[in-house]
């Protein structure tokens, strides 16, 4: 997981492959060239004013998480909307 890097901006999610570069201009990546408001290229300031986050996000983050998400119910609204 990416909590293990020892700088956030060596993960793999801020290579071409993924979403593109960080900071700036978007300008590599499947969202190159893509427009946002006001006809401008889209941008990115992942570490605005020179903070960044205290931490990436981590295995015990997303246990958490899990605890809120239940896949099931997600599943069962959909058939019941599907043969109500």
């Known amino acids: 997981m990416d909590y293990y890097l020892p700088l956030p901006s060596d993960s793999v999610m ?17 969202f190159r060239f893509m427009y946002g408001g006001f006809n401008s290229l889209i941008g990115r300031d992942i570490a605005r004013n020179g903070t960044c986050p205290p931490r990436l996000i981590n295995k ?17 609204n959909l058939q019941l909307e599907e043969y109500g």
Request: charged share 20%; glycine share 14%; proline share 3%.
């Open 60 to 76: 015990d983050d997303i246990d958490q998480l899990m605890r809120f998400c239940y896949f099931a119910v997600g599943l069962l």
């Open 14 to 30: 801020w290579s071409s492959c993924f979403v593109g570069n960080g900071n700036g201009s978007v300008r590599d990546g499947p």
